[in-house]
């Protein structure tokens, strides 16, 4: 692989020693054009330091496939913490990020965003075990949802379907008390809730597993989204060789074979653009 991860850069984006920094666009050598990548630290499985300091993820081996396909590119990985990604390509030094982006009015409108997506976010019910009751959002009126933010988009997602089902009114509750995520889980194995509506992109069930939970995800995701790279403006044309890798992938299956690894199943089958 002709990838190299030059840093590990954890809470900034300043990262020390890098040639280049403040350029999205490195160098180019012998035709090849070096531009800066960033993913996210402990977005497992998008992307993740392991426990043998190697950077890995799902997004991570997205990346080095679309690298291979765009020969007269070369990919320089850094990972960093939180908005950093983000912050990096709005000031110029990166080229792309990863961060399982949903394709937004406001992305459109700060950054480049290939037509085909790169991978798919999948909202889904965490239930207790023995419960076969609960499989839609229309079962959950009336029952005790895990709390959430008032900023995110699960808040978002139900509101809207409250805003949808005027006779059919979830219970939103938005006190997070900031407990963690193993905790609400936690919470609904133990009674404390019915069920908690997350992104199941998120390592949920290695969590539930290493606590011991009773708790399942329903099968059927109550949300879809398609998750994209973001380009910096004036990356037009490594933003099309991406698109064109990015639906090489999928017509040859490795993207198909990527989601298997990271996720256990094939998540493509249930994006419908």
Not at 133 to 160: E, F, Q, R, W
Not at 214 to 234: D, H, M, R, Y
Request: charged share 25%.
């Amino acid at each position: 692989m002709k990838k190299k991860v030059l840093a590990l850069v954890l809470g900034t984006i300043l990262a020390a020693g890098i040639t280049g920094c403040g350029k999205a666009q490195t160098s180019a050598d012998g035709g090849v054009t070096k531009v800066l990548v960033a993913v996210e630290n402990g977005s497992k499985p998008l992307s993740y330091i392991d426990d043998d300091g190697n950077v890995v993820g799902y997004e991570v081996d997205v990346l080095k496939a679309v690298d291979e396909l765009i020969p007269e590119y070369e990919f320089d990985l850094e990972i960093v913490d939180g908005d950093a990604t983000q912050i990096g390509l709005e000031t110029g030094k990166y080229a792309l990020i990863g961060g399982g982006l949903y394709k937004t009015a406001e992305r459109k409108e700060k950054y480049l965003l290939p037509e085909t997506i790169c991978g798919v976010s999948t909202i889904k019910m965490f239930v207790r075990q023995d419960d076969t009751d609960l499989k839609t959002l229309d079962d959950l009126v009336g029952k005790k949802i895990t709390p959430v933010s008032a900023n995110g988009g699960i808040y978002n997602l139900l509101v809207s379907y409250n805003e949808e089902h005027p006779d059919k009114q979830l219970t939103i509750d938005v006190s997070d008390g900031g407990f963690t995520t193993a905790e609400y889980l936690q919470g609904v194995d133990d009674g404390t809730y019915d069920a908690m509506v997350i992104p199941d992109n998120l390592g949920l069930l290695d969590t539930i597993s290493q606590l011991g939970l009773s708790v399942k995800a329903v099968e059927e995701p109550v949300k879809v989204n398609g998750t994209f790279f973001a380009l910096a403006k004036g990356q037009e044309d490594l933003t099309q060789k991406v698109d064109e890798a990015l639906a090489t992938l999928i017509e040859n299956g490795t993207l198909s074979e990527l989601n298997i690894k990271w996720y256990g199943e094939d998540k493509l089958v249930y994006y419908k653009d």
